[in-house]
């Protein structure tokens, strides 16, 4: 049972005390706790249970690598899956609960999964899931899905309360770990003048080498770390940030960290998480080394632990993992563990060293303290169900015969320590394999490179394999100036040198003891997250998984959470075994950022709610938000689609809006529609080069409707263009065109066209720009009064003006989307609201009638005009559209034209437009497919056309359509079948619908009623 | 009609680490020309002399910024703008160039405060390295999702310029990074 | 994420900062050109693993589109340039031959 002892715990405050909750139950622990060491404190061994088995499990690390104490965190809109209690700081009212349990933690219905594991080995699901085919997603999936998963997902129906932010930095060099390595190198690095940023992921500076009882410069290794910050903080050009972790190093310098902000507070004012998204010229990874488990039976029972883990929980918080504690180990560093035990006041019953031999001065010092030290021996078995009550020693060279049993409630185990690559893999660093510690390193030789081509990370101290205290100074020295160099700085080599007793070389241990056979090495676990042993890897070898990646993947080592940060090499170690493979030609899997989990709300930033995603307003918005408009998003505006007035529907509207037009006037904002000026010398032949029609014959003055399309020959955008003057045209384009068309422009006048006298400007937002649409427009506007002469005579169909309407500022076009008189009038953005409500008071007595883009292609698709997005998809040309007149046959060149002439392009097969009229005067459903005879080789229908446009006409109070059909225009009066679901065009049974083929025009066609 | 006339947040004031105001009517013409020449047009009609790459310069009333190696944005009085374009246009008669009043396009905002909190706020919302920023100096890039220019005034006040439409999106993102309690301290 | 330095307006452009363009130096095909030709043009790409040319435009900036010499492999990047060029200028081509001897432009 582990518990707090009376004394110790450098981190914490035992003058004060926070409450808490764990599974509902009220816990105390103190400031500077982790909910990990107040779980310990309070003797909760059992903390989780793991994926597959639901074995019980405790705490076995004490930082970012935990694999086992994931609970639920918070209530409500704050709660949280997965977040390791090893990480989560306490604070007053922190409620927490364990995961993957049922119905509790001690008892678990699930756990029977662990009685059975030879019935799920590694691939289990692979192999056994896979026939009958639909018993997958009935039977199989539905059962796995249940019983899979740790966390509870958050409820949908909660908000998260917190907000997230999102900040970007420039600076010379990132430090990665503030650790004695880490500070060494910020200390360097700031004194030779480079802008650093040293973050560290827990609240504390100084790592583990005061845990250690590391010297420094001779004295204790805390005295040089408070010296070394406040050296650090009176520097400008440094900046120190605690609970930041570097999550992901990317391309050129590209660093991602991650702020926790405010997670250790209940309520925050503060952002809770914040993302660093930083360039950095250098990085520094001073990341430091995680401790190895050893693979023996039972290795996962609640009790056993990391040697180093179990030493921080007694000198960093003062908690005691129990009475009586064996450490297993195959280095001397776990001795530290010991020794730390014993002068705690508590019992080692014996230290179980895998070695032949340890006589180094720390073997030397725990035999002293009167610790026994069984050398060659392993453990063979632990005892106990819900935690550690006893372990069997045998050989470690045998196959485990049992010698001894040793009574103990805790387990310190050391396989030796890997150091932490994360960050220099990240990007591409490249690994190589150190006999000696049994370890990959990074190979200096292979960084990750930066745009110049150059390395720009480097690894210092325990990160670089430097695993002894005294050389991680010297090591973290000399990478950072390294790093300075490559800056074009010189580092002023002051480092200081730590100091810690000697030790002997580790002796690698993957499996203990080494002879297993296959019922222990069942119970050896590897992975103790998703559950993989180490018979699982052993398995996929024998299967044929000789690649790591697959191997991973199969028996989803190192898939879990924690991303495999214990049992990485370890894993790779066993396959290399069973494969007969020295362990570097195996290699690694592939580290992948981040380096621990960061919150979905850190990635979103600042973007939800009303910043979500930015919202166009045009300068009339305020109006129709005022007015009840329902909205229909286009690019990113979003325009009114229709104005329901009191209990109408959207469709009532649409509509009224639409007869109300027709019969009088109406009004639409179109402010919208993009406006980009073209001008210059050659401004003529490059708006002929732009348009599939002839441009540069336009009179200043006048309107012309045109194509615009892709080198590719497709349609891209259309609208009106107006000739200002002989240098001068106005463009218009759709509205989520603008800016696409202006970049297009641009595109062929700066990479193409660039010795061509043509300037550009988009002037899109400096208009508010309205279309007066309906008999009665005229009247309105002349209401208005001004100096522009309305008259048909003066302002006839496709021309412009410019002058005041009423008091405004006005440029107005006669120009007609809706076969209506129609006055498009173009007024300054900041004028477009009073310009507005003056046509609404204007119009009052015409009963004037805004209405929204509904309305507009309702209108549109009467008379006959194509919508860009609607009767183009990105693969229809002009040609299919019958717009056949709108191509200039004069010119020799535009952009499209010779794409136009590929075969594909003029196969008299193409579908063209036509109208569309149902029999029965219905409304076509959209996209609808017109059926032809027989099926293709995937047994579906043929087709011979398909619905563009629909809709319900309330002029002609019928539906009325446009599509694309074979030969369509040649067959007019035939009457096709329309599928109306999907299984009509799978062959089977299903209502179709007749519709006639017809001209696309439904309404005026002569034209008559915009030409008035 | 400039009683008539509106800017895109008329009033809109939010407070916090920084205080962010939209600043009204701001007049602005857009000027396309082949900037090794347009010197003496430009100082004839603004009073500006032509600014360096990224920079700006100050005319009577006016202040010129460079836009891109072909294009500069005059800054002005709201009711000048029309006129400044015409005499612009008069000015380079001959040459190919383009002048044009675009006042109403664009909103423009002033953030003050403290000099590290003003930097710690706009840190939040563009990837632009301000420590590079030097005053006098305007840095055209992104706020988040939409383009901007920026620029310091003094120590103390950083300007913002973005499109009217996204005009309330840049408010609420610049007033939202500004909220107490989000202090940074990096600055 | 890359960083591009705008050879306009002398920004450090981070790649959210700009839009992509594709490959640079192609030669338009017009009407009158074989089919081959114009497919060419249009459509066939090399992919090059290693040194490549290609369009970028400042689109978070001064708006000016510009051209990029890069290793797709490395992400290496030699230099950036003006569009206004029918092929890489020579000190492009040195300085990529200072790092890559065995190129040539073909």
Redesign the interface.
Known sequence: MSTRLSEGGRLIDRSRKIAFRFDGKRLTGHPGDTLASALMANGQRIVGRSFKYHRPRGVVASGAEEPNALVNLGEGGRHEPNQRATTTELFEGLAATSQNRWPSLDFDIGEVNALIPRFLPAGFYYKTFIHPRPFWKHVFEPFIRHSAGLGRAPDPRTTDPDRYEHFYVHTDLVIAGGGIAGLQAALEAGRAGAKVLLCEQTAHWGGRAPVDGVEIDGAPAEAWIAAALAELEGMENVHLRLRTMVAGVYDHGYVIAYERVADHVAAPDAPRHRLWRIRAAQVVSATGAFERPLSFPGNDKPGVMLASAMRDYLVNWGVSPGDRTVVVTNNDDAYRTAIAIRKAGLDVPCIVDARDTADGPLPQEARALGIPVKTGMAIANVKGLRGVVAVQLCRQAGEGAVIEDVICEAVAMSGGWSPVVHLWSHCGGKLAWDAGGAFFRPDHEKPPTSHDGEGFVVCAGAADGALHASEVLGNAGAATGRALARLGLSAPGRVATASAPDEAALSPVWMMPQGAGPKKRAKMWLDFQNDVKVSDVQLAAREGYESVEHTKRYTTLGMATDQGKLSNINGLAVLADALGAPIPQVGTTTFRPPFTPISMGAIAGEARGAVFQPIRRTPIQDWHERNGAAWEPVGHWRRPYCFPRDGETKRDAVNREILATRTSVGLLDASTLGKILVKGADAGRFMDMLYTNMMSTLKPGRCRYGLMCSENGFLMDDGVVARLDDETFLVHTTTGGADRIHAHMEDWLQCEWWDWKVYTANVTEQWAQVAVVGPNARKVLEKLGGDIDLSKEALPFMAWAEGRIGGFDARVFRISFSGELSFEVAVPASQGRAFWDALLDAGAEFGITPYGTEALHVMRAEKGFIMIGDETDGTVIPQDLGLDWAISKKKDDYLGKRAQERAHMTDPARWKLVGLETLDGSVLPDGAYAIAEGVNDNAQRNTQGRVTSTYWSPTLEKGIAMGLVLNGPDRMGEVLEFNTTRKAARGEDAPTVKARIVSPVFYDAQGEKQDV | ?SD?????LPGAEAGGIVSVREMG?QGMV?L??DLSVAAKALKKVTGAAMPE??GMTEGEGTRVA??????LLILCD?SAAGEMARGLTEALKGQ???A???????AMFSLTGEAGALR?VL???????L??LAPGEM????L????AALWFESGTEARVVC???????VF??LA??A??????G?H | MLTLTCPYCGVAACETELSPGGEAHLKRFGPGSSDDDFEAYLFLRPNVKGVHFERWRHAMGCGKWFLAARDTATLEVFGTYSAQTTEPPPGIVEAIRAKRPDWSPT
Do not use: I, N
């Open positions: 009609m008539l006339a509106r800017s895109a009517l857009t396309r020309a790459v990224r460079w836009m891109s190696p072909d294009e709201h190919h160039h383009l044009v009043d675009v006042s109403d396009a664009r710690d840190a939040k919302v563009t990837p632009a390295d420590a590079a840095r055209r890039t992104r988040q999702q939409v383009a499109f009217r439409s996204v005009a309330q999106y609420d993102l939202l990074s909220k107490d309690g989000g202090a940074v990096y």
